[in-house]
């Protein structure tokens, strides 16, 4: 069974409104892990502690839960983290579910083994990003991994920016205090009926030290 969400620490002060991201099915929503992630757990890479940040409606945590591991994710949006806890109950799973802003990991007072971030990453520039990836350091065992999804710089993709990353960004953002061990051109699925063959994204693994 799901924990339930406990009333939220303070959030970050810029204009964020999860809520509304949750309205309507979002397209990153597809109703199961994303591929690049679940291969990710089939070969074993998911291990001890994980955190999925920036959660959403819990795939990625249930995948974790499913695995056998101590399974936490979070977000923002308590919309989102009610479908989150109603998908374990549903499925049998154990897993936490906390509303919590990714900025501010390090208020949780807790380290995690493995690391989750489909798709969060990159909805963040300038100085969100640097503190992003400084909260996700934190909530990160020294020797810890982190594998983040993100969409490429190359069509088909959203356009506009922040939503499209390139190699050198990505190896900018995590230059202190990790090593990336590999950026890997992969899918990202989408439930975008005008997109069924996904979008291309990069998946990419990083060690805390």
Do not use: N
Not at 22 to 39: E, F, H
């Amino acid at each position: 069974m799901a924990d339930a969400a406990p009333t939220p620490r303070p959030s970050s002060p810029h204009p964020r409104r999860p809520e509304e991201l949750y309205t309507s099915p979002p397209p990153w929503d597809i109703g199961r892990p994303q591929p690049a992630l679940l291969a990710l757990a089939e070969a074993g890479s998911i291990r001890g502690r994980v955190l999925d940040a920036g959660c959403g409606t819990g795939e990625h945590t249930l995948m974790a839960a499913r695995l056998g591991l101590d399974a936490t994710g979070v977000d923002l949006a308590t919309s989102a983290l009610g479908i989150a806890v109603g998908k374990a109950e549903e499925r049998g799973l154990t897993a936490r579910f906390l509303q919590h802003d990714v900025l501010h990991l390090a208020r949780l007072v807790e380290t995690f083994d493995t690391v989750l971030d489909s798709l969060v990453f990159h909805g963040f520039s300038g100085d969100d990003r640097t503190a992003y990836v400084e909260s996700l350091r934190t909530a990160t065992t020294p020797g810890g991994r982190l594998f983040v999804l993100s969409f490429r710089d190359e069509p088909p993709a959203p356009s506009g920016r922040p939503h499209r990353v390139t190699p050198d960004e990505i190896r900018t953002a995590f230059a202190s205090g990790w090593q990336i061990d590999a950026i890997d051109a992969i899918t990202v699925d989408t439930a975008l009926p005008s997109l069924p063959e996904g979008i291309r994204g990069w998946r990419t693994a990083l060690t805390r030290i």
